[in-house]
């Protein structure tokens, strides 16, 4: 690959020296870089992409990966991190390795991995008023001094259970080792094509993670638990796009048929990169 796009976290990188840096060294290697200012956290949409491009390079953190992969994905474009945060489980490239990793890109030492996302639909009164994609996950959580959320789950129009909990996360595989792993769900590859379900703190002694296959649909539907509650919970799309939820209110969630396309450069295994970056072994 030759021509890039460059979307950058400005709070990750000041001034875009880094950005910058990378769109001059690609263009000393005979490449083409367009670094685009306008990337913001409110984004929804992202158009005038220029035609040449080929890979989409983001720097920033997790939270970076996940919303410019959102708006990416309807493009077809492969999209590569640069580690400018913490963790960085999704970015690929970190800092001490910048010029190995975009000689890489530059020299086709790489391979692309599709992840599945979710889409989620939201009615409010039987109104579809909302609708978003989502690579990680998506959450459903208590709102404001809300103590417990009562939701039905159906899956394919049957009723899988009806639970009383902090809330429910909606999961890809991608997202397992997110907030899933954090709510005791289980960790799976992020090439597999399933769908979780993962209650957060059920007033249950029975309620586990469930495995769903990759077309099955999902309903959850908040239900009222006082007769004086007008606001129940919030839906988050990978932790950073909210909406409101009240009583009545479904949130219908399937597989999208938008996937994101991931770069990798490095020869480390998903289960090496688990061991160093949530285990914390080297």
Same mark, same amino acid.
């Given at each position: =690959?030759?021509?890039?796009?460059?979307?950058?976290?400005?709070?990750?990188?000041?001034?875009?020296?880094?950005?910058?840096?990378?769109?001059?060294?690609?263009?000393?290697?005979?490449?083409?870089?367009?670094?685009?200012? *306008?990337?913001?956290?409110?984004?929804?949409?992202?158009?005038?992409?220029?035609?040449?491009?080929?890979?989409?390079?983001?720097?920033?953190? *997790?939270?970076?990966?996940?919303?410019?992969?959102?708006?990416?994905?309807?493009?077809?474009?492969?999209?590569?991190?640069?580690?400018?945060?913490?963790?960085?489980?999704?970015?690929?490239?970190?800092?001490?390795?910048?010029?190995?990793?975009?000689?890489?890109?530059?020299?086709?030492?790489?391979?692309?991995?599709?992840?599945? =996302?979710?889409?989620?639909?939201?009615?409010?009164?039987?109104?579809?008023?909302?609708?978003?994609?989502?690579?990680?996950?998506?959450?459903?959580?208590?709102?404001?001094?809300?103590?417990?959320?009562?939701?039905?789950?159906?899956?394919?129009?049957?009723?899988? *259970?009806?639970?009383?909990?902090?809330?429910?996360?909606?999961?890809?595989?991608?997202?397992?080792?997110?907030?899933?792993?954090?709510?005791?769900?289980?960790?799976?590859?992020?090439?597999?094509?399933?769908?979780?379900?993962?209650?957060?703190?059920?007033?249950?002694?029975?309620? /586990?993670?469930?495995?769903?296959?990759?077309?099955?649909?999902?309903?959850?539907?908040?239900? /009222?638990?006082?007769?004086?509650?007008?606001?129940?919970?919030?839906?988050?799309?990978?932790?950073?796009?909210?909406?409101?939820?009240?009583?009545?209110?479904?949130?219908?969630?399937?597989?999208?048929?938008?996937?994101?396309?991931?770069?990798?450069?490095?020869?480390?295994?998903?289960?090496?990169?688990?061991?160093? /970056?949530?285990?914390?072994?080297?």
């Amino acid at each position: =690959m030759k021509n890039f796009l460059i979307m950058t976290n400005e709070v990750k990188d000041p001034g875009f020296s880094i950005s910058n840096k990378i769109r001059e060294y690609i263009e000393s290697k005979g490449g083409t870089a367009f670094l685009r200012k *306008d990337f913001t956290e409110d984004t929804q949409s992202y158009s005038n992409i220029p035609g040449e491009v080929e890979c989409v390079i983001v720097l920033g953190g *997790d939270g970076t990966m996940l919303h410019a992969s959102r708006l990416i994905a309807p493009h077809d474009l492969p999209v590569v991190g640069v580690n400018l945060g913490t963790l960085g489980f999704l970015t690929e490239i970190e800092m001490s390795h910048l010029s190995e990793g975009i000689d890489d890109l530059l020299n086709d030492r790489f391979h692309i991995e599709e992840r599945m =996302m979710l889409e989620g639909c939201i009615y409010h009164r039987d109104i579809s008023c909302y609708r978003l994609s989502a690579l990680n996950d998506i959450v459903i959580t208590r709102s404001g001094f809300s103590r417990i959320i009562s939701f039905k789950i159906i899956v394919n129009g049957e009723l899988l *259970d009806v639970y009383a909990a902090d809330g429910v996360i909606i999961s890809t595989p991608t997202g397992s080792t997110g907030y899933n792993l954090s709510a005791g769900g289980p960790i799976v590859n992020p090439e597999a094509n399933v769908i979780l379900i993962t209650p957060v703190c059920p007033h249950s002694l029975q309620a /586990k993670s469930i495995v769903l296959g990759e077309w099955d649909t999902i309903e959850i539907h908040i239900q /009222k638990v006082r007769k004086t509650q007008l606001e129940e919970a919030l839906v988050t799309f990978d932790g950073q796009v909210a909406e409101r939820l009240n009583p009545g209110d479904i949130i219908k969630i399937h597989k999208s048929r938008k996937v994101a396309k991931v770069v990798k450069v490095q020869e480390n295994s998903f289960y090496h990169t688990l061991r160093v /970056k949530v285990g914390g072994k080297a």
